[in-house]
């Protein structure tokens, strides 16, 4: 995109900081479904799932742990089993081999160090094998304790196609984000802008004339 046309389209929508609160409240009415896809009932499998879902996809999560969880219900009963049962376990998650020497991991250091249950902090939470910070923010989040923003792929893509932030690396797209989205809307904005990215700003083929941001979007083709 030339540089003129760029610098055209943020005049036109505006400064972020005015833009963020339309941006979020336009978001909550289309998509008041915008929650987390992955099933789960407690914090074991709330880690557990998260931890599945890197490199594929919420369904085929959901697909596995249905029968995971029945048969691995505390930390103890992933060690319990040789790494290759567990690997035969989630293996349509992919990368099923480290993905089970990970699970293991962490399940260690829970049992070891914090009685077998999941820590709240990020601190404690990206020091468990496999986890790293997305992984941590989606679970403190999701536990009321929200620390800080996740960052996927749909958040970086429309974070960078909203003009939010024109970083990379998923950890400077945070630091962005954090100094821009309102406290209290730090859980829901990841999930808003996931459901949006899947249904709407699609990757290859935004569809900007159906969506409810095209106004407020420098990116908009409308
Ligand atoms: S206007 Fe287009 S590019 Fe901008 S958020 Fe909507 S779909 Fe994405």
Known sequence: MARSYVHEARRRVG?????????????????????????????????????????????????????????????????????????????????????ARNLQGAMRMLVEEHDGEVPTRLEELVRLPGVGRKTANVVAAERGATQGIVVDTHVRRLSQRLGFSRQEDPVKIERDLRRLVPRADWARFPHLLIWHGRRVCIARAPRCADCVLNDLCPSSRV
Not at 63 to 76: A, D, G, H, I, Q
């Open 15 to 99: 400064p972020k900081r005015a833009r963020i609160r339309p941006v979020i409240e336009r978001l909550a009415l289309e998509h008041p479904d915008a929650v987390i896809a992955l099933r789960f009932l407690d914090d074991i499998e709330l880690l557990v799932s998260v931890m599945l879902s890197a490199q594929t996809t919420d369904v085929t999560v959901n697909r596995v742990t249905e029968s995971l969880f029945r048969k691995y219900r505390r930390p103890e009963d992933y060690l319990a089993v040789p790494l290759e049962e567990l690997e035969r376990d989630i293996r349509p998650t992919g990368t099923f081999r480290q993905k």
